[in-house]
């Protein structure tokens, strides 16, 4: 459950990430730009921390059985 929480936060983050990009290269701001890929990369490894809670859950459970 938690690792799924992680993964939606993420897609969240990475969205907004894109979109920050997206602003900041249409308003010609280098740096909202650079923010905003900064906020994509962190949705992105917040995404990949949750598969790897899902995992270590799904392990867990089998060596209880």
Do not use: N, P, S
């Amino acid at each position: 459950m938690a690792g799924e929480m992680d993964k939606l936060k993420g897609k969240k983050e990475e969205l907004g990430g894109k979109a920050r990009e997206f602003k900041g290269e249409m308003m010609g701001e280098e740096t909202v730009k650079r923010e905003g890929k900064l906020e994509e990369v962190k949705g992105d490894l917040r995404q990949a921390w949750g598969e790897i809670k899902e995992k270590a859950e799904d392990i867990r459970k089998d060596m209880k059985r």
